[in-house]
């Protein structure tokens, strides 16, 4: 069985500086993985996705998220945030082969102040 | 890309009473659904998989018998929500398996369900 860890459940930062949210997962096997954004009462929004390759994953609205196998952590960056990237956000992981089902890390609530 | 539309977005509905919760994939065929259940400040919690044509699979601790599950083709599910409480109220989205998009997975934009 696979599992995700989110360690912070809230990251405040004020608009322009850096961020980064923290994913570690677990499992037996290869993984897939991915980060989710969620705007208040709207559905999930893939941000980006780790399948094989290069360990730097870019995504969509400035982030990049980087897997480290050695570590098994999946951390979300973003250079200079904006006001607007006020959401949550969800790491998940899905195991190569079995079951397809993902599982979800209980979220982090970025929140950018001016 | 792939979108499913969920609807309602929002219903307020009677203690006893019975809601129904519509997933569409749009411009692809969803063989499989998601239904997830989302309490405030916390994770997606997995309900159950729907697949086209079959019985959907419950997650424990799940009532099949109050939360319906149809699947009758491949580009509509459907959540009925049976006999509502109270305690029923939440966020429910689903999310669809897209095949042929590197293992993607897409979601509705979610149903605020409050039963008053």
């Known amino acids: 069985a696979q599992s995700v860890t989110q360690l912070d459940s809230q990251v405040p930062v004020f608009e322009e500086a850096p961020v980064e949210l923290r994913c570690n997962y677990s499992?037996?096997?290869?993984?897939?993985l991915f980060w989710y954004v969620q705007y208040p009462n709207q559905g999930l929004q893939l941000l980006l996705k780790?399948?094989?390759?290069?360990?730097l994953v870019k995504g969509i609205n400035g982030f990049e998220a980087e897997f480290n196998k050695s570590q098994t952590s999946f951390h979300l960056r973003k250079p200079s945030v904006h006001i607007s990237d006020t959401a949550e956000y969800f790491c998940?992981?899905?195991?190569?082969?079995?079951?397809?089902?993902?599982?979800f890390g209980r979220g982090t609530s970025l929140i950018v102040h001016p | 890309g792939a979108v499913v539309s969920q609807h309602p977005s929002r219903v307020i509905c009677k203690s006893g009473t019975s809601v129904k919760i519509e997933c569409r994939s749009l411009?692809?065929?969803?063989?499989?659904m998601f239904w997830y259940r989302q309490f405030p400040k916390q994770s997606l919690m997995l309900m159950a998989t729907?697949?086209?044509?079959?019985?959907?699979?419950?997650e424990q601790g799940v009532e099949k018998d109050k939360f319906l599950i149809n699947h009758a083709s491949l580009t509509l599910s459907t959540l009925t929500v049976t006999s509502a409480h109270p305690e029923d109220s939440s966020f429910y989205i689903c999310?669809?398996?897209?095949?042929?998009?590197?293992?993607?997975?897409?979601f509705g934009s979610g149903t605020r369900l409050t039963v008053v």
């Open positions: 999310s669809a398996r897209v095949q042929g998009e590197n293992y993607g997975y897409t």
């Open positions: 499992s037996s096997v290869s993984v897939y």
């Open positions: 780790y399948l094989s390759g290069s360990t």
């Open positions: 998940a992981v899905r195991n190569l082969g079995g079951s397809y089902i993902p599982t």
């Open positions: 411009d692809f065929q969803a063989t499989t």
């Open positions: 729907s697949n086209e044509g079959s019985k959907a699979t419950y």
